[in-house]
């Protein structure tokens, strides 16, 4: 598809369209897009280690909201709660549709929470590979890319994670929410981001490679 018209109608949506030719241009852009002093931190997302952000607002001159030093669950929840109030939120999404929505699935919802209301900024991180036809693509692919990888990349114990898909595959019409039982599954809660009402809050950034899952 053209990506005119997708950041077109990322624009029609009041998410404030950009586009970068790779990776380092994208850390240059986000870089601009944090003002320094600023409450920052991030969703567990590849693609925003990937581009070199979580090194940036690690090192920079940020009040970095860090959930790699929590030692227990406690400190972690607090840093959740607390990343609603940030300035700055970083992410990936799991699809972005041609028709302008991005489409999340969360297992805490910290960090689609975060998408739909909080941070006053939000930059949204997304290489081409995300980039789908319609919601019905987005789900497909959160079941058959984002889900497995990340259950493999967690270490989780799900079906996807053995198998590659998810087990809702394997019935005639599955539904969006149609999964597994494991205690561990990732697919809990369900976003999308149509039109906002607050304009430009939402900044997404599409960068021509593949980034994340
Ligand atoms: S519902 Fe379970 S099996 Fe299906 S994609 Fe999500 S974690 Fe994997």
Redesign the pocket.
Known sequence: MELEILMKNLEKNNMKPYYCENSQEALELVKTLIPEGSVVTHGGSVTIAEIGAVDLVSNGNYKYLDRSKCKTDEEKQKIYRDGFFADVYLTSSNAVTENGELYN?DGNANRISSIAFGPKSVIVVVGVNKIVKNLDEAIYR??TIA??KN?VRLG?D????KNG????LNMECPKMS???H?P????CSYLVSGQQREKDRIKVIIVNESLGY
């Open positions: 699935v959160v079941k889900a497995p259950t989780l799900t079906y996807c994670s898909k998810c087990v809702s149609d999964g597994c494991s561990q599954r990732i697919c």
